[in-house]
């Protein structure tokens, strides 16, 4: 029989467990190579050194604990056992494949599709790829993406979810934070979502490869967040500025008209903040 684990006000929820996952993926099973860990130190890091050995397309890790859980720029990210969900996936693509541009964009989409098909309500999507709900984060994505002068470009998808958080818990400090226990009556057991989620994400992922950000670029502005409001961005690599989110390119590229015109601010470079 699976192990239990008891997270948030009692609330019991199956350990994860490599055969379930298996199971509820159904005929995608066979796309996944799927580890599950008791304690790892990041997700993402640990799945990079597998990829780096030669782990296969479509490696997934998923650990009960994570000590050292990274978020966007240099944030931690920190997680609860039992009530958060925390996985990396490895997608290789082919040799020839331009920088996956927008491609976290587009895993945004994804996870945001496979929650609203569980029946999250209310799920916006915040350049370049914070998953919220009332304003407030239920999950945050980090893709790293890797490539040598010989070897065929990866990325390690990494995904932190939080199911049944504590009060006050912010596994980022940066945004206040929700879970799923507060959108669902009946949450799905962790092995469930892991499984719906990777079915979403390998449907979209291989729509990435052939068509690109375009594909995904009106169900990413179907559900933007702050998409009008005025915003300030930051990043390690330029001043701060503010302005007002009026779009995303074509390549996911976000568009912020400032008081010196528009400037287009590329995927995965700078980070989005409502100002009070
Ligand atoms: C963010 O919002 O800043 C991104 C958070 C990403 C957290 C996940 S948890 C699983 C994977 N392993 C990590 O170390 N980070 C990602």
Not at 98 to 119: C, E, Q
């Amino acid at each position: 029989m699976t192990p239990m684990i008891i997270a948030r006000q009692g609330r019991v929820d199956e350990a994860l467990d490599a055969d379930r996952i298996r199971a509820a993926l159904g005929a995608a099973g066979s796309r996944f190579n799927i580890i599950v860990r008791e304690r790892c130190i990041s997700t993402n890091s640990e799945l990079r050194s597998l990829a780096e050995a030669g782990a296969a397309h479509g490696s997934v890790l998923v650990c009960e604990e994570q000590s050292g859980g990274r978020g966007r720029r240099g944030r931690p990210w920190r997680s609860v056992r039992g009530g958060s969900l925390t996985f990396s996936l490895l997608w290789r693509f082919p040799e020839v494949a331009a920088a996956p541009v927008g491609l976290s964009l587009a895993i945004g989409v994804a996870i945001a599709r496979a929650l609203g098909d569980l029946g999250v309500p209310g799920l916006r999507l915040k350049w370049p790829n914070d998953v919220l709900r009332s304003g407030r984060k239920l999950a945050g994505i980090l893709v790293e993406l890797a490539s040598g002068a010989r070897a065929a470009p990866f990325a390690v998808i990494g995904v932190g979810m939080n199911l049944a958080l504590p009060r006050d818990f912010d596994p980022t400090g940066a945004l206040d934070a929700t879970d799923i226990a507060a959108a669902l009556a009946r949450p799905p057991s962790r092995n469930r979502l892991l499984a719906d989620l990777l079915k979403n994400l390998g449907a979209d992922l291989d729509r990435f490869s052939s068509e690109g950000f375009a594909a995904f670029r009106s169900d990413w502005l179907a559900r933007a967040a702050w998409m009008g409001e005025r915003v300030r961005l930051s990043s390690e690599f330029a001043e701060p500025f503010e302005g007002r989110l009026v779009g995303i390119d074509p390549d996911g590229a976000a568009l912020v008209l400032g008081d010196d015109g528009l400037r287009r601010i590329a995927s995965g470079e700078l980070s989005l903040r409502k100002l009070l």
